[in-house]
């Protein structure tokens, strides 16, 4: 046998080798797939990818071919990640709105590979994940313009469902309309409340009438059947090649920085994310009736080194005068100061849930 015969016949025996590990590790991806589906977490994990292609190009001792395992590693990853992606098409993901609504689009962009589910209010989209009717829910939770979104918070309180991920997606607002309208030739605008009034000066500049929608993607759908130059709408850029509407102006919100925080929800928490450092932990809780009890539960979370991101209140339905309180906190809840605090938390308070825990930076397809 020549050495090329020989080698060849090597590498033949490193090939079943190689093979029967690669079914063993799509196997473990396809666990890995399942995890992040139950619990609403994304495919991408890029510092976790980079930690492992990192760590395993360090196996390879000769230095001149170590690069050419990087770029195997990669390969592999990205084998995975498609594996994975089309494991996970078809969960069912709930959203309140329309196609075209900011919260389709967060869904569409978190979830590529998901069947989007539209709901009439954010209390059917959560039910429909707590009944199991569908997988997992994006609801928005927050606005930097506007202030928290009181109905999702309520039912967080009430429910049954975890945070596991929150994406922040940034609003721009846009003005639409039939073709052949211009901004003169507008004379009412429509959209849901808040938009009208991220927009009040841009609408007050042009002397524009406004009328309220419930929904900014109902409103451009609403101009579109109008079929009226004197109509225009706010809303997204993707809400207007929807409905099949031109873009006459972009960006008229005030507030450039305008962000809406989306948060998955899902029936499962992720465990391992509390053992994690680089997360942020939500806790809902109310205090006893005693005085000083609000101060002492938040100086429980300062003895022990944590920081607040976040604190809310909320009234409590059928108890007047008596609220409850959504926190964010920053930092490791499976750490042993973790453990005390909430164990210090306890004695403070009647009631104490922690929603979920997420991840500080969140990745996703735009």
């Known amino acids: 046998m020549t050495e090329l015969e020989q080698a060849r016949q090597k590498i033949n025996e490193i090939d079943v080798k190689m093979a029967d590990l690669f079914e063993e590790r799509m196997k473990c991806a396809e666990m890995v797939a399942n995890y992040k589906r139950e619990r609403g977490l994304p495919i991408l994990d890029s510092s976790r990818e980079q930690e492992i292609i990192g760590r395993n190009s360090m196996y390879v001792d000769a230095i001149n071919i170590r690069p050419y395992y990087t770029t195997f590693m990669q390969s592999v990853m990205d084998i995975s990640k498609k594996y994975q992606h089309q494991l996970i098409e078809g969960s069912r993901i709930a959203y309140s709105g329309i196609e075209g609504s900011f919260a389709h689009i967060a869904s569409s962009r978190l979830f590529p590979d998901g069947e989007l589910v539209s709901f009439r209010s954010f209390k059917e989209a959560y039910e429909?994940?707590?009944?199991?009717?569908c997988d997992l829910a994006v609801l928005p939770i927050e606005n930097s313009h506007a202030g928290e979104v009181g109905q999702v918070t309520d039912l967080m309180f009430e429910g049954n469902l975890?945070?596991?991920?929150?994406?922040?997606?940034?609003?721009?607002?846009?003005?639409?309309?039939v073709p052949g309208a211009t901004l003169d030739s507008i004379?009412?605008?429509?959209?849901?409340?808040?938009?009208?009034?991220?927009?009040?000066?841009?609408?007050?500049?042009?002397?524009?009438?406004?009328?309220?929608?419930?929904?900014?993607?109902?409103?451009?759908?609403?101009?579109?059947?109008?079929?009226?130059?004197?109509?225009?709408?706010?809303?997204?850029?993707?809400?207007?090649?929807?409905?099949?509407?031109?873009?006459?102006?972009?960006?008229?919100?005030?507030?450039?920085?305008?962000?809406?925080?989306?948060?998955?929800?899902?029936?499962?928490?992720?465990?391992?994310?509390?053992?994690?450092?680089?997360?942020?932990?939500v806790l809902m809780f109310t205090v006893k009736n005693e005085a000083g009890t609000l101060a002492k539960a938040i100086t429980a979370m300062g003895n022990y080194g944590y920081s607040m991101r976040v604190i809310r209140s909320r009234p409590l339905?059928?108890?007047?005068?008596?609220?409850?309180?959504?926190?964010?906190?920053?930092?490791?809840?499976?750490?042993?100061?973790?453990?005390?605090?909430l164990n210090a938390l306890e004695a403070q308070c009647e009631t104490l849930k922690v929603i979920g825990t997420y991840s500080n930076t969140i990745e996703v397809q735009e």
Not at 318 to 325: I, M, R, T
Not at 328 to 337: H, I, N, P, R, W
């Open 317 to 341: 339905k059928n108890q007047a005068w008596q609220y409850y309180f959504y926190v964010e906190v920053e930092g490791k809840l499976g750490s042993d100061e973790g453990k005390a605090m």
């Open 187 to 281: 004379k009412t605008v429509i959209s849901h409340p808040q938009a009208l009034g991220q927009c009040a000066e841009f609408i007050e500049k042009h002397g524009y009438v406004t009328v309220e929608a419930s929904n900014t993607a109902r409103a451009a759908k609403e101009v579109a059947d109008k079929k009226d130059i004197t109509w225009g709408a706010i809303a997204s850029k993707e809400t207007a090649a929807l409905y099949g509407l031109d873009v006459l102006d972009h960006d008229i919100n005030e507030d450039s920085q305008n962000t809406t925080r989306f948060a998955v929800f899902s029936r499962v928490r992720d465990n391992m994310a509390i053992l994690k450092d680089n997360h942020t932990f």
């Open 162 to 177: 975890y945070i596991n991920s929150v994406y922040p997606l940034r609003v721009s607002q846009n003005l639409m309309a």
């Open 128 to 133: 429909a994940v707590e009944n199991g009717d």
